[in-house]
């Protein structure tokens, strides 16, 4: 504010000044022209008329003595001589009158002038080669000229010193003059520059300020484009993601763990209802974290699917009794249209994405309900729909529905959770290269459609998993190794397994592990790594270093709760299952289950092998 | 004569361009005619042409002879515009093979002036014989007079193009 202060009186100031120092050397300039005029008039014509009469009245009065003193023989070059003296004389006393006193205007040189006029022309009559002159007369002539001659001389004095003291004021003016002219000339210069100077910083400053508002416009542009593309919510989810894995997984996978232990130890109706209600919460924040976990995993690019013929109207028989209870409880209808037949997709995506359609579904319905359908069409391809009689979305919304946390307005107070659900759908759609469209009417529902190819059934079922049950039975003697440096989660995944016939051996660290090794003498069946051990360790090393000190490839199981692709990667590539916090019980066995087959049948090869 | 010398002094040195003309070589060979009548002006100094004494010498009908230049103009002089007959001064000063366009002028009033510092290629500054359609007597400041085109060039109307305009011209001393 000072500087622009400063600035503002430094501009007035020279601008002021600039102008002074014009209108200034304007009046000098008129003054100089003034001086220049009275300079003109104080010419050589003045100087050469005084001289010239000077001059021709001596001359006269010479010739008039030298006629006076002439012998006869000189006579004639004399009166010669003063006739020609004459005529010079006359011819200067009859220039133009109105000539000679502009230029003779001192005083007393009128009437001196006019004397001289007189004189000359009264002896114009007599100034002949014949005329006779006595002495007397030509005396007389030489005297009068000479009388006028003094006249003049004092006249052309007087005008000379009148001339010479003008001359002086003159250049005394002029010395004046030529300073005032030097002292505004560079006034104005000075005034000039310092306001060229201050105009470039007032240009700069305001360039500058464009320039600050250009980049604010810019940032805020930006800052607007991010926020409607959901850059920042984006970026607010990465955090979140990061924090919630983190923190969430550990309490929750122990609490999955001793509800599965508790379950066994309550014995009155009410209190397994209670542990039920229990259970259902813990399994709704699963879904939440199981939902962040997969669209991590989505975007990590490890998922890779992998197709086979698919028995179309067997999975959406399956999702229709599913979805069943809840529209039971809600009462919904939940209808399922048309013949799918057989498609040729990666099973668990395409249920995963049919299922997330489906939850969305009915979490935007209130009334009516859910129809899922299907149809194929002639050019070999299966169209599967999911439409309900929700609340819609509004046609503005239908580009950014996919995004993550999109979701409309009453969603959440329905606990519908994140909103992750049609993101992740998105990623699933475009993983399996299967086209999702949707349409909808606010108020009256909303359709999405999948697009899938058409297959004939194939001859022989397709070899699918019978069921989802996994009978605990087999694990029973089974010895785990259990290595995490979560207490909570160690104890918790000991009772459970505890619970269902195994013998564990529990260790926080590698070190610990290999010393219950030595101590139990026991070689384990399997092995139960956590990822993370203490001191920068890894459960891939763990199980290394297990495995190496067995001298048997014993099968291991990965848990974590990281999910950076860059260790997805890595256990996909040693081919050792991962498991991603939160576990839930059933999950575990099945995993475990698993690798103790793949163990039996690696082994029936390895004995039928050559 | 201490102003005269101070003015001429003052002029000589104001005014020290010097104009050269280029002359024809077989001009400069042939002789000038003889005056027949009375000797009007005489031109000496650096000339080619000569033919009384080294001089130039003329009379009024040489002078006369030469192609003729007339215009009016005013002059500080008269009362009103007065037309003026005479030869070219350049025109006069290539006649006579003159080596500069300067020379000293004298007059029969015992005026002397050096003329030099105007163009006269530029200028048709003439030596008049003619005032007014008549011969000038000496009254009548003749009767030749170095006459400048005030009007015709109003640059010419300065103090040295009025103290150049010598009257009753005599002689002329080319240097």
Not at chain 1, 242 to 254: G, I, M, N, S, V
Not at chain 1, 503 to 519: M, S
Not at chain 1, 569 to 574: D, M, Q, V
């Amino acid at each position: 504010m000072g500087v622009r202060t400063g600035l503002h009186v430094t501009i007035t100031v020279s601008a002021l000044a600039a102008l002074a120092a014009v209108v200034m050397l304007l009046v000098v300039v008129v003054q100089m022209n003034d001086a220049h005029d009275m300079l003109e008039r104080d010419g050589v014509l003045e100087f050469n008329f005084v001289h010239q009469t000077l001059h021709a009245l001596g001359e006269f009065s010479l010739a008039a003595m030298s006629l006076r003193a002439a012998s006869p023989g000189q006579h004639q070059a004399a009166m010669q001589e003063l006739l020609l003296r004459y005529d010079v004389l006359y011819s200067i006393v009859t220039l133009p009158p109105n000539w000679a006193s502009s230029v003779l205007d001192g005083e007393g040189a009128q009437p001196l002038f006019q004397r001289l006029r007189e004189f000359t022309l009264a002896l114009e009559a007599r100034m002949t080669p014949e005329a006779a002159w006595t002495g007397q007369q030509l005396d007389g002539l030489s005297r009068t000229s000479l009388t006028l001659s003094g006249g003049v001389y004092e006249i052309g004095n007087e005008i000379f010193q009148r001339k010479a003291a003008l001359r002086d004021a003159l250049a005394g003016r002029m010395d004046v003059l030529i300073g005032l002219f030097w002292f505004f000339g560079a006034l104005f210069l000075l005034a000039g520059l310092s306001l060229y100077l201050s105009m470039a910083h007032a240009l700069a400053n305001a360039a500058r300020s464009a320039h600050e508002a250009d980049t604010a416009r810019h940032q805020l542009a930006s800052a607007l484009e991010a926020l409607t593309d959901g850059d920042i919510a984006r970026k607010a989810r990465n955090r979140f993601l990061a924090a919630a894995t983190h923190d969430l997984r550990q309490p929750l996978q122990a609490m999955q763990y001793y509800l599965a232990a508790l379950v066994l130890h309550v014995p009155l109706p009410e209190g397994r209802e209670l542990l039920e209600r229990i259970g259902r919460t813990t399994h709704s924040a699963q879904t939440m974290l199981t939902g962040l976990l997969e669209l991590s995993r989505l975007d990590a690019g490890v998922l890779v699917p992998h197709r086979s013929a698919v028995d179309a109207d067997e999975l959406l028989q399956r999702l229709v009794e599913e979805f069943a209870v809840e529209a039971g409880e809600r009462s919904l209808t939940l209808a399922r249209l048309g013949r799918a037949g057989w498609t040729r997709t990666d099973p668990q995506l395409l249920e995963r994405v049919l299922r997330n359609l489906l939850a969305n579904a009915f979490a935007y319905t209130e009334r009516g309900g859910v129809t899922l359908g299907a149809r194929r069409t002639e050019r070999s391809t299966l169209l599967i729909e999911v439409r309900d009689t929700g609340i819609g979305i509004p046609e503005r919304e239908l580009e950014t529905v996919f995004n993550e946390y999109q979701q409309a307005e009453n969603a959440l107070r329905n606990g519908a959770g994140l909103g992750l659900g049609l993101s992740i759908v998105r990623r699933l759609t475009r993983l399996l290269g299967t086209p999702l469209t949707v349409d909808s009417e606010p108020g009256r529902g909303t359709r999405f459609e999948l697009t899938l190819p058409a297959i004939p059934a194939p001859a022989m079922p397709s070899d699918a998993p019978a069921g989802d049950e996994v009978d605990p039975s087999p694990l029973e003697r089974l010895v785990v190794l259990v290595i995490d440096d979560d207490a909570g989660v160690r104890e918790g995944i000991a009772m459970l397994l505890r619970q269902h016939g195994c013998q564990v051996e529990c260790a926080f660290d590698i070190d610990e592990a290999l010393a219950r090794l030595v101590e139990s003498e026991l070689a384990p069946d399997l092995l139960l790594a956590d990822y993370r051990l203490p001191n920068g360790r890894t459960g891939l090393e763990a199980i290394d270093v297990i495995r190496d000190e067995l001298n048997d490839d014993v099968p291991a199981l990965l848990v974590t709760g990281d999910t950076t692709p860059a260790l997805l990667g890595e256990a996909r590539k040693r081919r050792v299952p991962l498991l991603h916090k939160p576990i839930d019980a059933r999950q575990l066995f099945r995993e475990m289950d698993a690798a103790m087959r793949s163990r039996r049948a690696d082994g029936a090869s390895d004995g039928s092998g050559p | 004569m201490e102003y005269l010398h101070r003015a001429q002094g003052r002029f000589r040195f104001a005014w020290p361009i010097l104009l050269t003309l280029i002359f024809h070589a077989p001009l400069a060979a042939e002789p000038l005619p003889l005056p027949d009548g009375e000797v009007v002006l005489v031109i000496d100094g650096a000339i080619a042409r000569t033919n009384i004494d080294g001089e130039a010498r003329f009379d009024l009908a040489m002078l006369q002879g030469l192609a003729a230049h007339a215009f009016t103009t005013d002059t500080p002089w008269h009362e009103g515009p007065q037309r003026f007959e005479g030869v070219l001064l350049s025109a006069l000063l290539e006649h006579v093979g003159a080596a500069s366009s300067s020379f000293k002028a004298e007059a029969i009033d015992d005026y002397t002036v050096t003329f030099s510092g105007i163009d006269l290629q530029r200028y048709p500054v003439i030596v008049a014989y003619r005032h007014g359609g008549e011969p000038m007597t000496r009254r009548r400041l003749g009767p030749l007079r170095i006459v400048m085109p005030f009007d015709d060039h109003p640059s010419l109307r300065t103090h040295v193009g009025k103290a150049l305009s010598v009257w009753q011209l005599l002689r002329m001393r080319v240097l």
